[in-house]
């Protein structure tokens, strides 16, 4: 049977049978790929302690068709890299898990995504780093991963007409997903006009996610602690249009700050 050898990320693990495991797996290439690990659960199981989220492993499986769809089978695999602490803190686990989620998302069988391990890599290499506060990093790597996929919503400027997009009441300015972000008060008219859903969103919580989302991985290291009024805001709009995109509710969210 054809095999294929790559770096993997367990983003989800199953039951399989009385002693096996059914993992889906996020390639380096950018691929979702499920695989069974037969005789995962037994004592003297090769894979004991080897399949756990969160750490950065390199795999080798086969199909039986050759093609990179469907079940696979793992043959073998070892550890690159292992991040323990990640289990240890509640609110990194919790933000650990929603971002597997949201690679799992945006993950698929028939197509690579290239750029989305090293996205995803990143944010639980960050999780991992004590000196870090992981509400700040999910909502980078958030942030990051709608602008790969190319969903970022516009931040400051209007979405449809690309011009300066002032607020349309004091401290909120017009948004819609459906538009892709922030609108000025014409383009709002109009998307009102065309059917489109159209509310508004507190500009302070916008400039803020604008801000994050240019700082550097270095620079997030020096930002001052946001307000945890502020904080809650921003994973709610973050969060919201995810899961506009999405299509679906994101059962890791909402990461309470």
Do not use: N
């Amino acid at each position: 049977m054809p095999s294929f050898k790559d770096q993997a990320l367990v983003l989800r693990r199953f039951p399989f049978g009385e002693s096996s495991l059914v993992i889906h797996t996020l390639t380096r290439e950018g691929r979702r790929v499920h695989l069974v690990a037969r005789g995962a659960h037994r004592a003297k199981s090769r894979y004991s302690g080897l399949l756990d989220l969160f750490d950065t492993l390199e795999l080798e499986w086969s199909t039986s068709s050759g093609q990179t769809g469907g079940l696979g089978e793992l043959r073998g695999g070892q550890l690159v890299t292992r991040r323990r602490s990640l289990t240890r803190d509640l609110l990194r686990y919790r933000a650990a898990l929603a971002g597997l989620e949201l690679a799992g998302r945006a993950a698929r069988e028939e197509a690579a995504e290239p750029g989305l391990f090293r996205v995803v890599e990143g944010l639980l290499d960050h999780l991992d780093d004590p000196a870090r506060r992981p509400q700040v990093e999910l909502l980078a790597f958030d942030l990051e991963l709608l602008e790969l996929l190319g969903l970022a919503p516009s931040l400051t400027l209007c979405a449809s007409c690309g011009g300066p997009a002032p607020e349309v009441q004091p401290g909120r300015a017009a948004f819609s997903a459906g538009r892709g972000g922030r609108l000025c008060r014409k383009c709002a008219g109009e998307a009102r006009d065309d059917g489109a859903r159209v509310g508004t969103l507190r500009t302070d919580v916008l400039t803020s996610a604008a801000l994050l989302k240019e700082r550097t991985a270095a620079e997030r290291l020096t930002l001052p602690p946001p307000p945890d009024g502020l904080l809650s805001s921003l994973f709610e709009f973050v969060d919201r249009f995810l899961e506009f995109h999405l299509e679906t509710r994101l059962r890791t969210r909402p990461v309470s700050p």
